[in-house]
T-cell receptor, first 110, second 114 residues
Framework: DAKTTQPNSMESNEEEPVHLPCNHS???????IHWYRQLPSQGPEYVIH???SNVNNRMASLAIAEDRKSSTLILHRATLRDAAVYYC???????????FGKGTMLLVSP | NAGVTQTPKFRILKIGQSMTLQCTQD?????MYWYRQDPGMGLKLIYY???????DKGEVPNGYNVSRSTTEDFPLRLELAAPSQTSVYFC?????????????FGEGSRLTVL
């Protein structure tokens, strides 16, 4: 399985954009890049995923580097509810195990 | 759809007792997972299953057992509970035809062993 590296924590002010980076230099050509987040006292929830092209949904945007060795989750206007631990995970139909790294704890200040 | 349903949500066990955490998904997902999360820590994979009748160990399987007799159900059995098994347990499932499938999690089962 591909390994990922994320900063332990990041801080943002409310209403400002947040860029959460993830390094996945060992990713294979068929791995999708998934992002999940875990709000306090809740189970993880899906945020977004992509393969090669940048992706947008109602929650966030995902920017994938051209060489696919890194990606950035973009929250366009952080809210207090976005304070959570964010995980990036390569996923592939051939991966039977799905292990989570430590993720990035995002702190949002009013 | 109900998604992934875990029961019970909370449970207190005495040392040496046994119990089963139930997990059911109604999305016909092939892969299912059990994770544990200790306070302030990340998710650790306990066991996983790639389909009915097939299970395998994850990172921290000691003290646990699983079965997958149907596509929908993936119960986690704790034998001889120990304080070290105090944790929050999450079940998850995904359809992995291509790697584009979304991973769904249950709400968690909070277990305390005293």
């Amino acid at each position: 399985d591909a390994k990922t590296t994320q900063p332990n924590s990041m801080e943002s002010n409310e209403e400002e954009p947040v860029h959460l980076p993830c390094n996945h230099s060992t990713i294979s050509g068929t791995d999708y890049i998934h992002w999940y987040r875990q709000l306090p006292s809740q189970g993880p929830e899906y945020v977004i995923h992509g393969l090669t092209s940048n992706v947008n949904n109602r929650m966030a945007s995902l920017a994938i580097a051209e060489d696919r060795k890194s990606s950035t989750l973009i929250l366009h206007r952080a809210t207090l509810r976005d304070a959570a631990v964010y995980y990036c995970i390569p996923m592939n139909s051939g991966y039977s195990t799905l292990t989570f790294g430590k993720g990035t704890m995002l702190l949002v200040s009013p | 759809n109900a998604g992934v349903t875990q029961t019970p949500k909370f449970r207190i066990l005495k040392i040496g007792q046994s119990m089963t955490l139930q997990c059911t998904q109604d999305m016909n997902h092939n892969y299912m997972y059990w994770y544990r999360q200790d306070p302030g820590m990340g998710l650790k994979l306990i066991y996983y299953s790639v389909g009915a009748g097939i299970t395998d160990k994850g990172e921290v399987p000691n003290g646990y057992n699983v079965s997958r007799s149907t596509t929908e159900d993936f119960p986690l059995r704790l034998e001889l509970a120990a304080p070290s098994q105090t944790s929050v347990y999450f079940c998850a499932s995904v359809w992995t035809e291509s790697g584009a499938g979304e991973l769904f999690f249950g709400e968690g089962s909070r277990l305390t062993v005293l």
